[in-house]
């Protein structure tokens, strides 16, 4: 939905990523609304291991994301054939601890796929793309009372104390990534425990995977 730039911020020397919607979605309300959306909840996580917002802008009309930049491509990329299980569960240990931080934020990504896990150039998996995000309660937002982006705060509190879906998605890349299908089954997320409330814990790094 967005394309981004890679960018050299000199006052502080460091590269950053810009991502800007397109004029052809600047102009539509709702993609507008979501693209803000993403850039205000995911500023509000601290965790080492989900994209770090640094601001969000318009320029003439058209909405922009500055971002942390992450120099390691994506998981999608890395993947060349199955990964052996160690270095799955490596991978995708920080991505858990991500999401369920997130979650307990408030926060639910909806949309955790190898192409939204970036890696560092030591392997260390970065969480991104927030787009799909839905924020529960509270109306101090930008898609608050808008319904084609956000529906009534209770009705998704409810939702997620009955659910676990974030937990699932999380769990299903892990056979995306080791090569084989999801575990099948019709109520997959019916018995996961609900979120983390743990505080977020520190970056985990994946040196051994990234030197292979």
Same mark, same amino acid.
């Given at each position: 939905m967005?394309t981004v ?5 000199e006052p502080l020397t460091?590269?950053?990523?810009i991502?800007?919607l ?5 102009e ?5 609304v979501?693209?803000q959306?993403e850039?205000v909840?995911v500023a ?7 994209l770090?917002?640094?601001?969000y802008?318009e320029e003439?009309?058209?909405p922009?994301?500055?971002c942390e ?7 999608a ?5 199955a ?14 601890s991500?999401?369920?931080y997130a979650h307990s ?8 796929k ?5 890696l560092l150039?030591? @392997? ?6 927030? &787009?799909?995000?839905? !924020?529960? /309660?509270?109306?101090? $937002? ?20 009955a659910g ?6 999380? @769990?299903s890349?892990?056979?995306d990534?080791? &090569?084989?299908g999801p !575990?099948? /089954?019709?109520?997959? $997320?019916r018995?996961?425990?609900g ?8 970056r985990?790094?994946?040196?051994s995977?990234?030197e292979?």
């Open positions: 967005a730039y890679k960018a050299y911020e460091r590269h950053v990523a991502k800007v397109p004029e052809f979605f600047a539509d309300r709702d993609y507008r979501r693209f959306v850039a909840a509000k996580l601290r965790h080492n291991n989900i770090t917002v640094f601001a802008g003439e009309g058209v922009y994301i500055v930049f992450v120099d390691g491509g994506t998981l990329e890395r993947l060349d054939g990964m052996p299980m160690e270095d799955t569960i490596q991978v995708l240990t920080p991505v858990a991500a999401l369920d934020q408030g926060v639910l990504h909806r949309d955790v190898p192409s939204n896990i970036m150039s030591d @392997g260390t998996p970065v969480l991104t793309d927030f &787009g799909l995000a839905k !924020v529960l /309660g509270g109306d101090n $937002w930008p898609g608050a009372g808008y319904p084609g982006i956000h529906g009534a705060g209770a009705r998704l509190r409810r939702r997620s104390r676990g879906r974030p937990v699932f998605a999380r @769990g890349r892990l056979p990534a080791h &090569g084989s !575990v099948p /089954g019709q109520h997959a $997320w018995n996961l425990d979120p983390d409330s743990r505080s977020p814990s520190s985990p790094r994946s040196q995977w990234a292979r």
